[in-house]
């Protein structure tokens, strides 16, 4: 069997939970790569909004597995927050949940080392969720890290103390006050309570599972444009969020990957800093941020908002091989007369359809219009009731990349998709 991956194309929040959630009962496991609590997975079902950080998006479903992958850090705070979360819905996530041995451990002195190095860029700051990311990410390829494993260790306390020590000793170059005991009661609180769950080589056993002809769905998180090698550097996230980034953060060979999975906004967001070509920062932004509820899940920043950029998209269906699109939120821009999609870039007068190396170079894009399909679309249920306009938004789409969109949202809940193959 092969490893399907899901991933998103743009800059994050392009709707990934929710679809992993509907492709769920298709699958055995599902499988989540990298990132962590800066991520925000939004499922929506029964009139209830359920946000994941950590936790697959596949857990609930009754039937799946659910694995915590090795390329993803976890926050024992976050991690037991989201436990209690789902519990109180029902949830039984014993059965149903398996965290890798090698997934790293997020600190509260990682997080306060994130705070003040974000502090001290002043005007520069990229944008961090101050979740620890970047520094627990630092540890880790620095050989430096705690991992779930360490936890059943007899020497897990001093474990901590060392590293607690180390960071207490680099945030000395900041001006910047803190109380780090004030965190650790609950987050060794966490740490217990991951001590109940099965806790797994996470590599041997899905390539087991592989070869007893089980399904896996690699879910990932954050988007492609946030890739730390590939992405808006150094506006990014600090792991691989591209599909290759399933490989390291799973344990699998290569020629294990089938479908690869992109998903991407029907228009363009991002949170934080960074450049961002299609940005419109004006009425139009206003009115895809307040139609389509653009807060972060995460941090609940309001998202920048503006057009469909192609030659982004088209970037990162090459970087990541994508073999089917599922487009989200077409819903949102149904109030639009006119619907514009950056086709190409100007850049020193030239024309591109390259996304280069700084995007900050970008002068402005080269738009094309199409004409909107001024109607509600969230409560169509098959796809011969989708409006010309919209039919024709997805064609070029299409005709541009050269893949199929598959799979068209139109709207939160896991019912509002329309599956066009």
């Known amino acids: 069997m092969k490893v399907d991956v899901l991933l998103g194309l743009q800059w994050g929040d392009e709707g990934k939970g929710k679809i992993v959630d509907v492709l769920t009962p298709g699958y055995d496991i599902v499988a989540r790569f990298q990132?962590?609590?800066?991520?925000?997975?939004?499922?929506?079902?029964?009139?209830i909004k359920h946000i994941l950080h950590t936790i697959p998006s596949g857990i609930f479903r009754p039937h799946q597995l659910n694995v915590i992958g090795n390329g993803v850090v976890i926050d024992p705070v976050v991690f037991k927050k989201e436990v209690e979360a789902l519990t109180r819905l029902g949830i039984d996530l014993k059965n149903k949940l398996l965290i890798s041995k090698k997934a790293h451990l997020i600190l509260p002195s990682h997080r306060i080392l994130d705070a003040a190095s974000e502090a001290a860029k002043g005007h520069t700051k990229i944008g961090s969720t101050l979740k620890g990311i970047g520094p627990t990410y630092m540890d880790k390829t620095g050989r430096n890290g705690l991992r779930i494993g360490d936890i059943i260790s007899p020497s897990f306390t001093e474990k901590y103390n060392f590293l607690k020590e180390k960071h207490k000793a680099l945030l000395t170059i900041y001006d910047f006050p803190y109380h780090i005991e004030e965190q650790e009661k609950e987050w060794f609180e966490g740490i217990e309570l991951i001590r109940k769950y099965e806790i797994i080589d996470s590599e041997v056993f899905i390539n087991q599972q592989l070869l007893k002809g089980k399904k896996v769905l690699a879910e990932g998180a954050q988007g492609t444009l946030l890739d730390i090698d590939f992405g808006s550097y150094p506006f990014v996230t600090s792991s691989n969020t591209i599909c290759a980034g399933a490989c390291t953060g799973l344990g699998i060979a290569?020629?294990?990957?089938?479908?690869?999975?992109?998903?991407?906004?029907?228009?363009?967001t991002r949170v934080g800093s960074g450049?961002?070509?299609?940005?419109?920062?004006?009425?139009?932004g206003d009115t895809l941020r307040k139609t389509g509820n653009e807060f972060g899940s995460t941090t609940g920043r309001p998202r920048r908002c503006g057009w469909?950029?192609?030659?982004?998209?088209?970037?990162?269906?090459m970087i990541n091989?994508?073999?089917?699109?599922?487009?989200?939120?077409?819903?949102?821009?149904?109030?639009?007369?006119?619907?514009?999609?950056a086709v190409s870039y100007k850049i020193n007068g030239a024309e591109t359809e390259t996304l280069p190396?700084?995007?900050?170079?970008?002068?402005k894009p080269k738009y094309i219009e199409m004409k909107g399909w001024k109607c509600d679309v969230s409560s169509i249920t098959s796809a011969g009731e989708i409006p010309k306009e919209l039919v024709n938004y997805i064609k070029f789409i299409?005709?541009?990349?050269?893949?199929?969109v598959t799979i068209v949202s139109l709207g939160p809940d896991r019912k509002q998709i329309i599956f066009r193959r």
């Open 35 to 47: 990132g962590g609590p800066n991520a925000g997975h939004t499922l929506e079902f029964n009139s």
């Open 398 to 404: 299409e005709k541009e990349t050269g893949l199929p």
């Open 308 to 317: 469909l950029d192609l030659v982004a998209l088209k970037y990162s269906i």
């Open 275 to 284: 450049p961002f070509p299609t940005e419109q920062d004006n009425d139009t």
């Open 357 to 363: 190396y700084d995007l900050k170079n970008i002068s």
């Open 321 to 341: 091989g994508v073999t089917q699109l599922y487009m989200t939120k077409a819903d949102v821009l149904s109030d639009f007369e006119i619907i514009k999609i």
């Open 254 to 268: 290569p020629s294990r990957i089938g479908e690869v999975l992109g998903v991407f906004k029907a228009y363009c």
